[in-house]
């Protein structure tokens, strides 16, 4: 079975701490992606990733980073927490390295549920 | 930029009841995408569709793709207390990128 683990189901941070999720996929997927999920707005898309150390900005990437040191895993980073940032935050796969997305399979992780106090 | 728009975002129904889901946009899309979203877990591909008019059946649900590949309708016969749940309608934009619908909310009363 294909799988993406988020390391992290439920965090709670306090505003201004770094925060790291974490996330690895078993399939040796080129693209990995990063989203977040509040009611109401869908899936919003923070940070993709074609390759190692190769990244790309979303549609909402203010406040985040991420990092792409290994194919499979994709960390995104919180630099200083803010309470706009509680929500539900999704890790992704797909195959395919070109940056054209092919309608291929998306993978998802379970989410990680993050609360910024 | 594209967008896509779900109608509606919540539907409250009994059991034995027909549904239909839409995702409309006023751009042109390649393919779309139906991904199933169930509390706790991140959303599971449903179908994709490619040609327009195209129209796919898995079980109970139908999928259709619109002529002109702006929209899609998701529709469920006879619901069962176990499709509730998250629908997510997605597309893919340029550079690789997917962007999703808002979502449709199910619930479907036993």
């Known amino acids: 079975d294909v799988k993406v683990t988020q390391s992290s189901r439920y965090l709670v941070k306090r505003t201004g701490e770094k925060v790291f999720l974490e996330c690895v996929q078993d399939?040796?997927?080129?693209?990995m992606f990063w989203y977040r999920q509040d009611p109401g707005l869908g899936l919003r898309l923070i940070y993709f990733s074609y390759d190692v150390k190769m990244k790309e900005k979303g549609d909402i990437p203010e406040g985040y980073s991420v990092s792409r040191e290994k194919k499979e895993r994709f960390s995104l980073i919180l630099e200083s927490a803010s309470t706009n940032q509680t929500s539900m935050y999704l890790c992704?796969?797909?195959?395919?390295?070109?940056?054209?997305?092919?309608?291929?399979?998306?993978?998802f992780g379970e989410g990680s549920w993050l609360t910024v106090v | 930029t594209q967008l896509l728009e779900q109608s509606p975002q919540f539907l409250s129904i009994q059991e034995g009841e027909n549904l239909t889901v839409y995702c409309n946009s006023s751009s042109v899309f390649s393919s779309l995408q139906w991904y199933r979203q169930e509390p706790g877990e991140g959303p599971v591909l449903l179908v994709t569709v490619v040609t327009g008019g195209e129209v796919k059946k898995l079980k109970r649900l139908t999928f259709q793709f619109g002529d002109a590949r702006k929209d899609s309708s998701l529709h469920i016969t006879a619901a069962q207390p176990g499709d509730t749940g998250l629908y997510l309608c997605a597309g893919p934009t340029g550079g690789g990128k997917l962007i999703f619908g808002q979502g449709t909310e199910l619930s479907v009363k036993p």
């Open positions: 399939m040796d997927h080129e693209n």
């Open positions: 992704a796969s797909t195959p395919g390295g070109t940056g054209a997305f092919s309608g291929n399979t998306i993978y």
